[in-house]
C-alpha cells in the first residue's frame, strides 16, 4: 500500500538559512498535517490542509510557511533557521480521520 | 483545554511479562483516540483509533480499551521487538489534527 513520502530524509543547514521540506500523502487523503517533533519530545502540530487549502494552525512561527498544490503534494518552508528549529519534522495524512498515516520523517540538524 | 497524559513515562518489562499502558485524556467532544507505535528516528506507525467508549481492539500481542476517561494498551507477553515509545493521541470536537502525549518508553528485555 501507498504511504506517505518524505524528503529529503535528513537536511543540514546553517544558521540563517531557509530549508524546504516535500511530502506526498496517500492518494486520495483530503487532509496534510505538519508536525515537529524535538528530541525526547512528542510530536507537535503546526499546520495543515484539507483539500489543498490551510484549515488549522498550531504552534508554528511565523518564520515557517506551508502550502499544499494541485498535485496535493505539501511543502513546508522554514526560513532564518535558528539552533532550535533541529527536530524531526513529519508529514501526515487522512480521509477525514481515517487512515491517518504518517511518513519517515525529515531529520533537520541547525548548525 | 485538552489534555493527554500518559502513564507511566518508562517501563522496563521481562520478555514474557504482561503490563499495560494508560492513557487518560481530557477532550471537548473526542472524535477518536490514536495509538502509535514510535522507533527512535521513524515516524509514528499506526497501531489502533478507538471512537466510542467500551470499544476493544487486538493486533498480535496489543490489545487496547477505551472509556469515557482513558485508554489503556494491553501487551500480552511481550517479545523484546515490541520495545518502543508508544504514543496515545486525540482527535478533539471538530479538529482533524493529533494532541499527543508524551509517550511511554518500552524495553523488553529478552
Known amino acids: 500500500a501507498a504511504g506517505v513520502i518524505q524528503s529529503p530524509r535528513h537536511l543540514i543547514k546553517e544558521k540563517r538559512e531557509t530549508a524546504t521540506l516535500k511530502c506526498y500523502p496517500i492518494p486520495r487523503h483530503d487532509t496534510v498535517y505538519w508536525y515537529q517533533q524535538g528530541p525526547g519530545q512528542d510530536p507537535q502540530f503546526l499546520i495543515s490542509?484539507?483539500?489543498?487549502?490551510?484549515?488549522d494552525k498550531g504552534s508554528i512561527p511565523d518564520r515557517f510557511s506551508a502550502q499544499q498544490f494541485s498535485d496535493y503534494h505539501s511543502e513546508l518552508n522554514m526560513s532564518s533557521l535558528e539552533l532550535g528549529d533541529s527536530a524531526l519534522y513529519f508529514c501526515?495524512?487522512?480521509?477525514?480521520?481515517?487512515?491517518?498515516?504518517f511518513g519517515s520523517g525529515t531529520r533537520l540538524t541547525v548548525v | 483545554e485538552d489534555q493527554v497524559t500518559q502513564s507511566p513515562e518508562a517501563l522496563r518489562l521481562q520478555e514474557g511479562e504482561s503490563s499495560s499502558l494508560n492513557c487518560s485524556y481530557t477532550v471537548s467532544g473526542l472524535r477518536g483516540l490514536f495509538w502509535y507505535r514510535q522507533d527512535p528516528g521513524k515516524g509514528p506507525e499506526f497501531l489502533f483509533t478507538l471512537y466510542s467508549a467500551g470499544e476493544e481492539k487486538e493486533k498480535e500481542r496489543l490489545k487496547a480499551t477505551l472509556t469515557k476517561k482513558e485508554s489503556f494498551l494491553h501487551i500480552t507477553a511481550p517479545k523484546p521487538e515490541d520495545s518502543a515509545t508508544y504514543l496515545c493521541?486525540?482527535?478533539?470536537?471538530?479538529?482533524?489534527?493529533?494532541?499527543f502525549g508524551s509517550g511511554t518508553q518500552l524495553t523488553v528485555l529478552p
Open positions: 490542509f484539507y483539500e489543498k487549502m490551510q484549515s
Open positions: 501526515a495524512s487522512s480521509l477525514e480521520i481515517y487512515g491517518y498515516t
Open positions: 493521541a486525540v482527535v478533539p470536537g471538530s479538529a482533524r489534527q493529533l494532541t
